[in-house]
């Protein structure tokens, strides 16, 4: 079974660009998460997906970053335009269904805003 | 809402040595779970382990094991016989169950396997 496959793993921008990550969840998972992971610090929560609906966005800074699960399926997240302290790992997990406790992960992106 | 917090930011032990990593969470929910996350250069986080809060008995992972103190809120991992492959960064996270807050993390703790 194939994992959460996530692209780019690296991406470096100049600042006020644009940039996108795309997300593929493990096949039959209704949930999907994406956190941001600052150099040192654990993974914090932006966004969460309950199939296609976002059911907790409190945390993305809506003035530049946006998202969207097209279908229930992949999700991309976007920033629009970077600043230098987006520079972070931006992870995405999928789990079956919103109580499941299992949330398994992919290999993030790398982001360097410079 | 929900918090964890790991104290250590890095430990070092010596191959065959047993080390534990300590994690405490605060939460007002009864119910929720708790984890243990590994996560090496590679970058994927990896569950280690986990722990329902009503139950009494500590789970445990082949040489991976728990003690969970539900009352002061302690929640501390023990890898046995460590191997140069247990050197990562480990993450202890909660989850309060309906998914509001999804999993919350500490900073974690960086455990280094010396040969």
């Known amino acids: 079974e194939a994992g959460v496959v996530q692209s780019p793993r690296y991406k470096i921008i100049e600042k006020k660009q644009p940039v996108a990550f795309w997300c593929n969840p493990i096949s039959g998972h209704n949930t999907l998460y994406w956190y941001r992971q600052n150099l040192g610090q654990g993974p914090e929560l932006l966004i969460r997906y309950e199939n296609e609906e976002a059911v907790d966005d409190s945390q993305l800074p809506k003035d530049r970053f946006s998202a969207e699960r097209l279908k229930g399926v992949d999700s991309t997240l976007k920033i629009q335009p970077a600043e230098l302290g987006d520079s972070a790992v931006y992870l995405c997990?999928?789990?079956?269904?919103?109580?499941?406790?299992?949330?398994?992960f992919g290999q993030g992106t790398r982001l360097t805003v410079v | 809402a929900q918090t964890v917090t790991q104290s250590q930011p890095e430990m070092s032990v010596q191959e065959a040595e047993t080390v534990t990593l300590s994690c405490t969470y605060d939460?007002?929910?009864?119910?929720?779970?708790l984890f243990w996350y590994k996560q090496p250069p590679s970058r994927q986080m990896i569950l280690v382990i986990r722990?329902?809060?009503?139950?009494?008995q500590n789970a445990t992972e082949n040489r991976f094991s728990v003690n969970f103190q539900k009352a002061a809120k302690s929640f501390s991992l023990k890898i046995s016989d460590s191997q140069l492959g247990d050197t990562a960064m480990y993450f202890c996270a909660i989850y309060s169950g309906g998914g509001a807050d999804g999993l919350t993390f500490g900073k974690g703790t960086h455990l280094i396997i010396q040969p």
């Open positions: 722990q329902e809060a009503y139950k009494q």
């Open positions: 939460t007002s929910e009864n119910n929720y779970y």
């Open positions: 997990a999928s789990s079956l269904d919103a109580e499941s406790t299992e949330a398994f």
